[in-house]
């Protein structure tokens, strides 16, 4: 789990700029929906990313699925 802190810079239209406390030199552009309703230009946010295993593996094996299901369809089709 990563945790870093970053202050919102700025608005443009939909997209939230946020600057990475540590390094901020280092922007991050998302859309503004995502943002606490409340959040203004100066509002320091606390961001955590968290990578799923568990996620990754089950869309892994999904893709392999499909991608086994087209490859039979088209062997079917010579």
């Given at each position: 789990?990563e945790?870093?802190?970053?202050?919102?810079d700025?608005?443009?239209e939909?997209?939230?700029?946020?600057?990475?406390?540590?390094?901020?030199s280092?922007k991050?552009?998302?859309p503004?929906?995502?943002?606490?309703?409340e959040?203004?230009?100066?509002?320091v946010?606390?961001i955590?990313i968290?990578?799923?295993?568990?996620?990754?593996?089950?869309?892994?094996?999904?893709v392999?699925?499909l991608?086994?299901?087209?490859?039979?369809?088209?062997?079917g089709?010579?």
């Amino acid at each position: 789990m990563e945790n870093m802190l970053t202050t919102l810079d700025r608005i443009e239209e939909d997209t939230a700029v946020l600057l990475v406390r540590d390094e901020e030199s280092v922007k991050i552009n998302i859309p503004l929906f995502l943002l606490p309703a409340e959040s203004k230009e100066g509002d320091v946010l606390d961001i955590t990313i968290d990578r799923d295993v568990h996620e990754t593996e089950d869309t892994k094996e999904r893709v392999s699925s499909l991608l086994e299901k087209l490859k039979n369809k088209n062997l079917g089709m010579k």
